[in-house]
Nanobody, 120 residues
Framework: QVQLVESGGGSVQTGGSLELSCQAS?????MGWFRQAPGKEREEVAI???????IYSDSVKGRFIASRNIVKNTLSLQMNRVTSEDTAMYYC?????????????????WGQGTQVTVSS
């Protein structure tokens, strides 16, 4: 069972940048970032496949960059031009249960999350 530990969350001002990291205890072909804001359902942020290619939700496309280091078993999320809408608990995910094409759609392993708060 892969274990995931997120880090890098904190407070950032609107328009600023923040980088999140996820350390996996073992290799996972697919990894992803999700987030959940208070009172809202968890939503997909970015999914990265085994080739390192990433897809993004429309809400973060063009602002966030997800990348992974296969050797170190890490996944990162560079968050740029953040807004108050990006305030949420961010979760790292691994161990794909089902695929849609080359990207994972259902993950089986989740980290504890790291909080991101954007203030004006």
């Amino acid at each position: 069972q892969v274990q995931l530990v997120e880090s890098g969350g904190g407070s950032v001002q609107t328009g600023g940048s923040l980088e999140l990291s996820c350390q996996a205890s073992a290799y996972s072909a697919a990894m992803g970032w999700f987030r959940q804001a208070p009172g809202k359902e968890r939503e997909e942020v970015a999914i990265v496949n085994s080739a390192g290619r990433a897809i993004y939700s429309d809400s973060v496309k063009g602002r966030f960059i997800a990348s992974r280091n296969i050797v170190k078993n890490t996944l990162s999320l560079q968050m740029n031009r953040v807004t108050s809408e990006d305030t949420a608990m961010y979760y790292c995910a691994a161990t794909c249960r089902s695929y849609n094409g080359t990207f994972c759609r259902t993950f089986g392993t989740w980290g504890q999350g790291t909080q991101v708060t954007v203030s004006s």
